[in-house]
């Protein structure tokens, strides 16, 4: 059995893609504003990238939102492939082959297996 802690950091990765930093670049573009002080901010690229975001419909920033989730989960993925073959505890096999198998069956709300 993967010890508690194992189960512990794949629900939190799940978590913090679900609703913790992997949520804060979509929701930037879902609301049109990447930065709210783009006007005082000392990089002119922050109004570059709101009014870009304001020009684009409702559903166009759907779709890069979508985009941005799905490259911070990719890089959660691809992070427990490498402690996977780095050999780094907790992370040396999974419940359903490979961590990052378990960390895909979580975030599409599978159960931990009991044993």
């Not at 913790?20 to 609301?31: A, D, E, H, L, Y």
């Not at 799905?70 to 992070?79: L, P, R």
Request: glycine fraction near 10%.
């Amino acid at each position: 059995m993967k010890s508690e802690k194992y189960r512990e950091a794949i629900d939190r990765l799940v978590a913090e893609c679900r609703k913790g930093q992997g949520q804060i670049g979509p929701n930037r573009v879902r609301s049109g504003i990447w930065n709210e002080s783009a006007g005082a901010d000392p990089f002119p690229a922050q109004d570059q990238v709101n009014e870009f975001l304001q020009s684009l419909s409702h559903s166009q920033r759907e779709i890069l939102a979508g985009l941005l989730e799905d490259q911070f989960t990719g890089g959660v993925f691809e992070t427990l492939k490498v402690l996977e073959e780095l050999q780094i505890e907790p992370f040396l096999d999974g419940y359903e082959g490979s961590p990052y198998h378990d960390f895909t069956g979580r975030l599409d709300n599978w159960d931990w297996l009991s044993s």
